[in-house]
């Protein structure tokens, strides 16, 4: 996670927003960022009788459309207002999440998210992590993930 993005999630929960991280990554790579947000919704791993992981998902992970539905329904039932929410996110699979909340904004995007954010005339950050930068402290989730603030 870079510097520009754990700054963005700290400024977040200093205003009081609820923080969500969506991502399709397996959950034990999001442990080590747990602390930073309210609510993680991760691919879980199977076990067998013993407790150990078989190396399959429960479930598929959350992508495109399903990311916004399930969006929808975490503020209905929350009582978050979506119009007044954040989102981040770098893949175009997530324009449905980016258009389901009243401030998107497209962070080091691909070619068709970049596109896209231009013509909505959304916002549009470079959060990369420089190459020379130390991974060791939190694990690079950056793809497929997107974030969330819940004014």
């Known amino acids: 996670m870079s510097g520009s993005a754990l700054r963005r999630v700290r400024e977040h929960r200093a205003a009081g927003h ?15 960022l747990a602390a930073l947000f309210d609510t993680v919704v991760a691919a879980e791993l ?17 992508v495109g459309e ?4 399930w969006l ?3 503020a209905q039932v929350h009582g978050f207002d ?9 893949s175009q699979s997530d324009l449905p999440l ?7 904004t497209a962070v080091s995007p691909d070619v068709a998210l970049y596109r896209a954010a231009r013509a ?32």
Do not use: I, K, Q
């Open 72 to 74: 929808t329904r975490f």
């Open 46 to 62: 199977a076990a067998d009788d013993d407790g150990r992981a078989t190396g399959f998902l429960t479930s598929p992970p959350m």
């Open 18 to 32: 609820h923080t969500v991280l969506v991502t399709g990554a397996v959950r034990p790579l999001t442990r080590p």
């Open 82 to 90: 979506l119009s007044r929410s954040y989102a981040y996110a770098d």
């Open 120 to 151: 909505a005339r959304w916002p549009v950050e470079n959060w990369r992590t420089p190459p020379a930068a130390s991974r060791s402290r939190f694990p690079d989730v950056r793809h497929d993930t997107t974030g969330v603030a819940l004014p």
């Open 66 to 69: 399903s990311r916004a539905a």
């Open 98 to 104: 980016l258009r389901a909340v009243g401030r998107p």
